[in-house]
């Protein structure tokens, strides 16, 4: 899966600056970077959602879990579900939702859970969708530490066991070091560091990871 030479523009304003990337089959790649650096845009280009100038080539279907749940509250958890599923594969429903907590809730409406029990359910949709590349838009955000530790969990356990190739924008370096194989900097619509990050996902949510400075000084020297 490669982009060459992007770009986009949203008026006078140029969101991505020739951005050229390969993304990894199998691995997970984050995207960081400040405000307005071009990461939801770059996302949006992954996803076909906005025309751009450039080339995409050998893209698969698309997974997009955005930073809102965007559940239907009229729908119970379990026809949420269903409606990214062909009803051949509404068998899966029951093992996903127990595999990210919520076995016995198919029957609760979305306004009867948790913040992080809608977040479960978004993550259950977005890995059930038939996709060939998952892409997440701050997945973690305002969540508590204890939350975000067990959702980082829950988000690299469902990778391992089926495989995903994923793209993930945060703001937060201590996330994409827990959770990727790589971190992509951008800085003004360009790509201006690459780094790759040792050892699996997930790692220690407590130890320091060594590519944590060298990512925070990408993003304060870009």
């Not at 990337?21 to 984050?30: D, N, P, Q, S």
């Not at 995903?164 to 194989?181: C, G, I, N, Q």
């Amino acid at each position: 899966m490669k982009l060459e030479n992007v770009c986009k523009r949203y008026g006078e304003k140029l969101a991505l600056d020739g951005i050229t990337l390969e993304i990894e089959r199998g691995r997970i790649t984050a995207v960081l970077g400040e405000s307005g650096a071009g990461k939801t845009t770059l996302l949006n280009v992954l996803a076909d959602l906005v025309p751009f100038d450039g080339s995409k080539k050998d893209f698969p279907a698309v997974s997009y879990l955005f930073q809102d749940d965007k559940l239907l509250p009229n729908l119970t958890v379990e026809k949420n579900l269903r409606l990214v599923l062909d009803k051949s594969r509404w068998g899966e429903i029951g093992p996903m939702l127990g595999k990210v907590g919520l076995a016995g809730k198919e029957k609760r409406y979305p306004n009867s859970l948790s913040g992080g029990e809608r977040r479960r359910v978004a993550i259950a949709r977005a890995f059930l969708y038939p996709h060939g590349l998952l892409l997440m838009d701050e997945p973690f955000s305002s969540l508590d530490l204890s939350l975000k530790k067990t959702l980082i969990e829950l988000v690299a356990s469902l990778w391992r066991e089926r495989g995903d190739t994923v793209v993930f924008v945060t703001h937060d370096v201590r996330e994409a070091t827990l959770l990727s194989h790589r971190a992509v900097v951008l800085k003004g619509g360009r790509i201006v560091a690459d780094h790759r990050i040792s050892g699996e996902p997930p790692r220690d949510f407590y130890a320091e990871c060594p590519e944590t400075q060298w990512l925070i000084r990408s993003l304060m020297n870009s």
